[in-house]
């Protein structure tokens, strides 16, 4: 796995699902179809806590303060939504992975915390969890507001 910076020039909106937890939103996205898009985002500190050897996730992991599927029209174009979570035009911190489950969204978001930490890379915000359908499987991307400088 790789930490990148994604640049992102539009804003994705997302109209709110209510799903409760990462396993639950797994289970959206495998039954889902090609494209569609699915986040979750949690409270940086509700998710992650600092320690003497670094960051570590909180296991099991807490719910999501918020979680969406991607607003499409019947043509498939993505449109504005109303509410629900939203990524924001802005630089990112980012990885992406495979998950099968809760465990393996977990490792993913603590390797996302521990190798910007290690990296001395620096977020705010939410940290995000994005999951999108992709060549018949889902990928899964952790996320977080770069700060720069």
């Not at 494209?35 to 670094?54: C, M, Q, R, T, V």
């Not at 992406?96 to 001395?120: M, N, T, Y």
Request: proline share 5%; charged share 30%.
């Amino acid at each position: 796995m790789e930490l990148y910076t994604l640049r992102l020039n539009r804003p994705l909106a997302y109209r709110a699902l209510g799903a409760r937890s990462a396993a639950e939103l797994l289970e959206h996205a495998a039954a889902a179809s090609e494209g569609d898009e699915f986040i979750a985002l949690w409270d940086g500190a509700a998710l992650i806590s600092d320690g003497p050897d670094g960051p570590r996730v909180a296991l099991p992991l807490p719910a999501p303060a918020a979680c969406g599927a991607i607003a499409t029209t019947a043509l498939g174009e993505t449109t504005e939504a109303d509410e629900g979570p939203r990524l924001e035009t802005d630089a990112y911190l980012f990885c992406q992975g495979r998950a099968d489950g809760e465990a393996a969204v977990a490792e993913l978001l603590e390797w996302f915390a521990r190798e910007s930490w290690w990296r001395k890379e620096r977020y705010e915000g939410p940290i995000y969890l994005r999951l999108v359908r992709e060549d018949g499987k889902t990928a899964v991307q952790a996320l977080a507001r770069k700060i720069e400088g």
